[in-house]
């Protein structure tokens, strides 16, 4: 299971979403996949954060392209995290951090 959380520059959970085992993890590519340069890197078992830049660049887009691979089950979940996603790109100061268990 892996949890995203929205965070400020120091570190303080600004929100957080915790989804379901599997929500995202089956989603996730392999990271040798050149077609996801950010999502690819998500740590099932670690942390794992990402700033404006790779917001802006790549992270919401690869995201998109999860949701539309994604069940009905997991949409939800996938959706929450883009807009998580959505807030670090606008927002500067703000990292979007994946927690795995």
Do not use: W
């Not at 590519?29 to 890197?41: A, E």
């Not at 887009?61 to 539309?68: K, V």
């Amino acid at each position: 299971m892996i949890t995203a959380e929205l965070i400020n520059d120091h570190g303080e959970i600004i929100e957080r979403i915790v989804g379901t085992p599997g929500s995202i993890d089956k989603y996730i590519p392999l990271p040798n996949d050149k077609k996801f340069r950010c999502i690819g890197f998500i740590d099932p078992y670690g942390d794992t954060v990402f700033n404006t830049l790779q917001a802006r660049t790549s992270l919401i887009t690869e995201l998109q392209a999860t949701l539309q691979k994604a069940n009905a089950f997991d949409m939800p979940y996938i959706k929450e995290i883009i807009r998580l996603a959505e807030r670090v790109k606008l927002e500067p100061g703000f990292l979007l951090r994946f927690i795995g268990d």
